[in-house]
């Protein structure tokens, strides 16, 4: 088993030759800090929408090399964050519903603008529009997946955007052991992330915009990113560096890097298929309180994903995606226990990576005119279609344009900053080990009661749900 190397999908799919690195001090109109998805998304639209702007992007690594290249591939319309708080945001004109509902309307839509991209730059991203299955596997998973009909319901969301699931329906799509229903949603595709994020790169770089790899940022001020190979100047400095945000100065308690670990089987055998189905290539998740999420891949193995260790001392990030055993042994339980055929195809690699969390989990777009200094970020996971409306938003902001973008109630929201250390670390370790043992105690127990451990920690977290 390979275990780190960045990620599968990366392996799978080569890594690219490295671009070269800023040759010294440079000026643009527009400075991008980070070129995953936020960063290349921004730039794509902005040349796109300008031809004429001089746009220089800055990535430490390679492009993709962050959770852009190691994700679970669902390129998803979920909120990214609690809707009664985009609600209640102060900042900017009074959101309300509506406000929600329109962010809501733009995140579908934007799963087929990422579809309508691949398909205009050739981008071989193995992209499947298959909805999403959100599966309960234990009687108080099932009962939340009611609750959250309703909830979904009681905003409006009618059978086209989300529906029940029975037992035998799920089954006739996906043969998921022990499973009791699901939640099915629409708006979600499977894609292959590195080969997303790669096309993605070559299309901005084709398009007469310069990426330096290998080029750390170390500060970022007002018309200035500073690097060891001198500064880039530019009216706008824009900072995209989600998970890895912590390491720039001043930004230790923006965005916390939580965690996400991932495991891939070997290609599964004809037989495993047959019995499994699983033909409409929906991406699945679970409905435990430290959920998983899956993909059937487009070279017919499972990908599946987890929380591992959630979070490292003093906002530490792995070694390139290196995990530990443990790690793979608990994934490698929930694989076999959801799909038993997947012991014979064992496990061929496992990694992880870090994305971003603010404090009150909701997502944030901004550019300040004045100072020129924006950043988008925080999609507590759901950051892969979220990313390319944010990358839209920042292009309006950027260009000054009033656009239907520049007014969601994302757009200059703000979180409070985390706890300092020691309280950031333990409060992550123990609201996790009160999620698991949660689970724990659900699976044990046949009633449809969801623990009361994961409803403290919910309370502790502000996780919305
Ligand atoms: C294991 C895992 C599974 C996930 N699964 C899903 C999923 O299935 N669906 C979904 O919607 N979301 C998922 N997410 C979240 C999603 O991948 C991210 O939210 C999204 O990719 C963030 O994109 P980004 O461009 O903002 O950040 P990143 O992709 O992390 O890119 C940031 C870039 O900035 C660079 N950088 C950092 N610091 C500097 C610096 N100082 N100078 C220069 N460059 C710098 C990094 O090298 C990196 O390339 C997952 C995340 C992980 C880790």
């Known amino acids: ?19 070269p690195s800023l040759p010294g001090a440079a000026e643009a109109d527009v400075c991008i800090v980070g070129a995953g998805f936020t960063g290349l998304w921004t730039a794509y639209y902005l040349k796109r929408a300008d031809p004429g702007l001089r746009i220089i992007v800055l990535e430490e ?32 004109p009074p959101h309300g519903r509506e406000g929600v509902r329109e962010l809501e309307r733009h995140l579908r839509e934007t799963v087929d603008e990422v579809a309508r991209v691949c398909a205009a730059e050739d981008i071989d991203a193995g992209l499947v529009k298959g909805g999403t299955l959100s599966v309960a596997t234990s009687a108080a998973q099932d009962a939340r997946l009611r609750e959250h009909l309703e909830h979904e319901r009681a905003w409006g969301d009618g059978p086209g955007i989300v529906r029940y699931l029975d037992k035998n329906e799920l089954a006739e799509r996906v043969q998921v052991t022990g499973a009791a229903g699901a939640l099915f949603y629409p708006d979600c595709a499977r894609v292959q992330p590195a ?3 790669a096309g993605l ?24 990113a500073r690097t060891a190979a001198g500064d880039v100047r530019a009216r706008y400095v824009l900072r995209c560096t989600e998970g890895f945000t912590a390491g720039l100065p001043g930004q230790h308690r923006t965005l916390l890097p939580m ?74 339980r929930i694989l076999r226990r959801m799909f038993p055929v997947t012991a014979e195809a064992g496990i061929d690699h496992a ?32 950051g892969v279609a979220a990313a390319n409306l944010a990358g839209r938003t920042l292009a309006d902001l950027v260009r000054g344009v009033p656009s239907p973008l520049t007014t969601l109630p994302w757009v200059d929201h703000r979180s409070p900053r985390w706890e300092p250390e020691p309280a950031r670390w333990a409060g992550v370790h123990g609201l996790y080990a009160l999620y698991r043992a949660a689970d724990r105690l659900e699976s044990a127990d046949r009633s449809a009661r969801t623990s009361l451990l994961a409803r403290a920690g919910d309370l502790i977290s502000g996780i919305p749900r």
Request: proline content about 4%.
């Open 201 to 224: 790169a070559e299309a901005v770089t084709r398009s007469g915009v310069l990426l330096y790899e290998g080029t750390a940022v170390t500060a970022i001020s007002a018309g200035r």
């Open 259 to 332: 965690n996400s670990a991932m495991i891939v089987t070997g290609p599964l055998s004809d037989a495993a298929w047959k019995s499994i189905g699983w033909d409409g290539c929906e991406t699945l998740g679970d409905e435990a309180h430290a959920y998983i999420y899956a993909q059937r891949t487009a070279d017919g193995r499972i990908a599946l994903g987890g929380r591992g260790i959630p979070y490292r001392f003093g906002s530490g990030l792995d070694h390139d995606g290196a995990i530990a055993a443990a790690t793979v042994a608990q994934l490698g």
């Open 195 to 197: 080969g997303l994020v």
């Open 351 to 382: 990694w992880c990576g870090v994305l971003g969390v603010p404090r009150d989990w909701c997502a944030t777009v901004t550019m300040d005119p004045r100072t020129g200094l924006g950043w988008a970020g925080g999609y507590t996971g759901h």
């Open 61 to 92: 690594t390679f492009a993709g090399f962050g959770a852009s290249g190691r994700n679970g591939g669902w390129v998803t319309a979920a909120l990214p964050g609690s809707r009664s708080r985009y609600a209640q945001s102060v900042s900017g």
């Open 1 to 19: 088993m390979r275990n780190g190397e960045v990620s599968y999908w990366w392996q799978a799919r080569g890594v690219p030759p490295r671009r």
